[in-house]
């Protein structure tokens, strides 16, 4: 007995597939729980591909980007708790370096507890 599944050709044409059947009446490769297995396998490595490439990195980059702006101003609005000069961001940082330090330990310490 031959396969259920009819095999379309370059131009149009159509006729049924010659394999013997092996379950339900379809063939090993046109059995519906095997064209569902290799389609996810096909879908499941289409999208790992996507992951690596240089646009999709480009919009996590992004995305990660906004959620550092996101801790930063939280943190220039609360700088008071970590410097005591009057102008926590002059233009030259220098004359407080301690301040910058606790101030990138506490944005290490928020963007840790983000991660989690």
């Not at 010659?18 to 090993?28: E, S």
């Not at 729980?33 to 790992?48: G, N, Q």
């Not at 990138?104 to 840790?112: D, F, G, S, T």
Request: hydrophobic share 25%; with cysteine; glycine share 4%.
């Amino acid at each position: 007995m031959d396969c259920k599944k009819m095999i379309y050709e370059g131009r149009g044409w159509k006729h049924p597939c010659t394999r013997k059947t092996a379950k339900d009446g379809y063939c090993w490769q046109h059995h519906p729980d095997a064209v569902k297995k290799r389609r996810e396998e096909s879908e499941r490595r289409y999208h790992e591909q996507q992951k690596r490439t240089p646009l999709s990195r480009l919009i996590r980059c992004n995305k990660r980007c906004k959620e550092l702006e996101v801790v930063l101003r939280e943190l220039i609005t609360h700088s008071s708790k970590f410097c005591s000069c009057p102008d926590p961001w002059p233009r030259g940082v220098d004359h407080h370096a301690e301040c910058v330090v606790k101030v990138r330990k506490r944005a290490e310490v928020v963007i840790n507890a983000k991660e989690k």
